[in-house]
């Protein structure tokens, strides 16, 4: 036993001591989140379908050619930016993980630093792939039974592959982080996030959250406050940022007529929103500037939100609103 030990090709992505108290050491983190990282396309893919659905594995994973479909998370914070995208899809790792079997699929040498995989399913890989048994805490995930509790050696990337499609109604939150500058993992096409403003980003996927669809599970983007049902940070982060596009440049004197009341505000304000979301600014500009004012575009886009989110009116505000 000892000496199969030894040799587990895991080993080497060993956790450290688990930390005392509150402290973490950066070979051995808390594990209680993981994030599916995914492009603006594919996060409106994900919210209008209500769920990340398992996809093929396209890179040079020894499980690319057998078919067998997942849906990659990760613990990873990603300090110089994801290769995944800008949005952000967060987990609770207990729930996920309760009642699985849990397989060792290889550690990605190529990528910086080593990528360790494992599959995590209802199903049996057995003559496929080696069981990881994460209570034995000589790999990089290990399970804790006594305080029950996970911890993963941060020190490396850890993929886990989820051999099941993920519900959005178990996510807990949406949030935006920064694209590698370097590196993307989309072979297919050019990636037009990369080389866009984060900010940017977040504006459109939110743009389209407003007036693109109407299936979606609003508590991903709502919380409780005081004040309230208010938008979630995600969610107000990218309306501060449409508004923001849409007043600029402040001094710009040629406004419309339009107020936040009239007939034909909504449907402009979400012609607006959608000639973001394709990152047609100028259209987006000449949509907004239909209004008197930005101020009256701001009504609009909160009468919307507040029909369709169900958020409380005095938990809106922007500029200086
Ligand atoms: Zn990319």
């Known amino acids: ?50 769920k990340i659905k ?23 914070r990603w300090y110089n930016g994801s290769r995944y995208g800008n949005i952000s899809f967060e987990f609770d790792f207990t729930e996920l993980v309760a009642g699985k079997k849990y397989y060792w699929v290889e550690v990605m040498k190529e990528y910086t630093p080593h990528a360790s ?13 080696t069981p990881y048994d994460p209570t034995q805490g000589d790999g990089p995930w290990f399970y804790d039974t006594e305080s029950n509790s996970h911890y993963w050696n941060g020190k490396y990337c850890l993929e886990f592959m989820f051999s099941r499609d ?32 984060k900010e940017d980003v977040n504006a459109r996927f939110i743009a389209y959250l407003i007036a693109g669809t109407d299936a979606i599970d609003t ?45 034909l505000a909504i449907v402009t304000a979400k012609a607006a929103l959608l000639f973001l979301y394709q990152d047609k600014k100028i259209e987006f500009k000449k949509m907004v500037r239909q209004f008197a004012n930005i101020d009256e575009f701001i009504g609009c886009l909160k009468a919307i939100v507040i029909e369709k989110f169900g958020v409380d009116k005095p938990t809106l505000r922007f500029l200086d609103d």
């Not at 398992?54 to 613990?75: A, E």
């Not at 005081?226 to 406004?255: C, T």
């Open 1 to 50: 036993m000892m000496e199969r030990k030894a040799l587990a090709p895991w080993n080497k992505y060993k956790i450290g001591a688990v930390p005392n108290g509150r402290w973490q050491n950066e070979d051995c983190q808390s594990l209680e989140k993981v994030y599916h990282v995914a492009h603006l396309r594919n996060a409106v893919r994900i919210v209008e379908d209500g």
């Open 54 to 76: 398992q996809g093929l594995i396209y890179d040079k994973s020894k499980l690319n050619t057998s078919r067998v479909l997942v849906v990659w998370l990760s613990p990873n």
């Open 117 to 129: 995989r494992i599959l995590i399913t209802s199903e049996d890989f057995d003559s496929i792939l």
């Open 166 to 197: 993920l519900p959005l109604d178990i996510s807990q939150d949406v949030s935006f982080i920064d694209h590698h500058r370097t590196y993307c993992n989309m072979k297919d096409h050019v990636c037009a996030d990369q080389s866009m403003p």
């Open 219 to 263: 508590r991903l983007f709502t919380r409780k406050s005081l004040r309230g049902s208010a938008p979630a940070e995600a969610f107000q982060s990218g309306m501060e940022h449409i508004v923001q596009l849409g007043a600029r440049p402040r001094k710009e004197k040629r406004w419309g007529e339009l107020l936040a009341v009239d007939d």
